[in-house]
Nanobody, 130 residues
């Protein structure tokens, strides 16, 4: 049984940092493209970042570029999202997802609709507030 589990969310002040982790059981994340998404109530889930398999090419949404960093540790079967300079508009439930895709072009992975991603975690809440 495949399971993705996000962790590391919480409450942080504006300007602060958090690191989210996406761990997996039942599949090897380094054989998959992995994405981070976020969603606020009443809005569609939006992509935050993604990372390809093999060469770890990455892609970021414009509104997080330069502040967030996605990375993976194959030995731990985990993908991370380092989030710096957090702002209230970053408040959301953050999800990781895995995609069975052998390509390494991150922009192609970024274009895959959320409904086509193969595996999803349950989400972790990030709240940025005073």
């Amino acid at each position: 049984q495949v399971q993705l589990v996000e962790s590391g969310g919480g409450l942080v002040q504006p300007g602060g940092s958090l690191t989210l982790s996406c761990g997996a059981s039942g599949l090897r994340l380094d054989y998959h493209a992995v994405g981070w998404f976020r969603q606020v109530p009443g809005k569609e889930r939006e992509g935050v970042s993604c990372i390809s398999r093999s060469v770890d090419n990455t892609y970021y949404a414009d509104n997080v570029k330069g502040r967030f960093t996605i990375s993976r540790d194959g030995s731990k079967n985990t993908v991370y999202l380092q989030m710096n300079s957090l702002q209230p508009e970053d408040t959301a439930v953050y999800y990781c997802a895995a995609l069975r895709y052998n390509g390494t072009r991150a922009q192609v992975i970024w274009s895959v609709p959320t409904r086509l991603w193969d595996y999803w975690g349950q989400g972790t809440q990030v709240t940025v507030s005073e």
